[in-house]
């Protein structure tokens, strides 16, 4: 009998510090995934970035030089940036593809080719 509590005690100890391990690894089910994009004239960095459909997702978007924007015309998604006031786009894909945004915030001569592309798979 005490041995085999003892054995169980050991099995849960066990359990317990595997399961510390892996969500040191990855972030609760549940917990956004947050993904930091910098921004600058006229390229985001990452400039794409994979996301899984139906997961939570926090852009976090922070620029170099002057205000830029993000937006998603088909996901109906729109952030702005500002210097010094990084500016988080919250979101959960709910539809696979591939998604190509674009900066909303006019910036300079190459402001109508910065994109970021978001690719949702299933
Ligand atoms: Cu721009």
Same mark, same amino acid.
């Given at each position: 009998?005490? #041995?085999?509590?003892?054995?169980?005690?050991?099995?849960?100890?066990?359990?317990?510090?595997?399961?510390? +391990?892996?969500?040191?690894?990855?972030? %609760?089910?549940? +917990?956004?995934?947050?993904?930091?994009? #910098?921004?600058?004239?006229?390229?985001?960095?990452? +400039?794409?970035?994979?996301?899984?459909?139906?997961?939570?997702?926090?852009?976090?978007?922070?620029? &170099?030089?002057? +205000?830029?924007?993000?937006?998603?015309? &088909?996901?109906?998604?729109? %952030?702005?940036?500002?210097?010094?006031?990084?500016?988080?786009?919250?979101?959960?894909?709910?539809? %696979?593809?591939?998604?190509?945004?674009?900066? #909303?915030?006019?910036?300079? #001569?190459?402001?109508?080719?910065?994109?970021?592309?978001?690719?949702?798979?299933?």
């Amino acid at each position: 009998m005490k #041995s085999g509590l003892l054995a169980k005690t050991i099995l849960l100890g066990c359990l317990a510090m595997c399961s510390l +391990a892996l969500s040191g690894l990855s972030p %609760a089910p549940d +917990a956004p995934r947050r993904i930091e994009v #910098s921004v600058k004239k006229f390229a985001y960095t990452p +400039a794409e970035i994979t996301v899984k459909k139906g997961e939570p997702v926090v852009l976090i978007l922070t620029t &170099e030089d002057v +205000a830029h924007g993000l937006k998603f015309k &088909e996901l109906n998604l729109n %952030a702005k940036v500002e210097k010094g006031k990084p500016s988080e786009l919250a979101f959960t894909p709910d539809q %696979a593809g591939d998604f190509v945004g674009h900066c #909303s915030v006019f910036c300079g #001569s190459g402001h109508g080719s910065m994109t970021f592309t978001l690719h949702v798979t299933e």
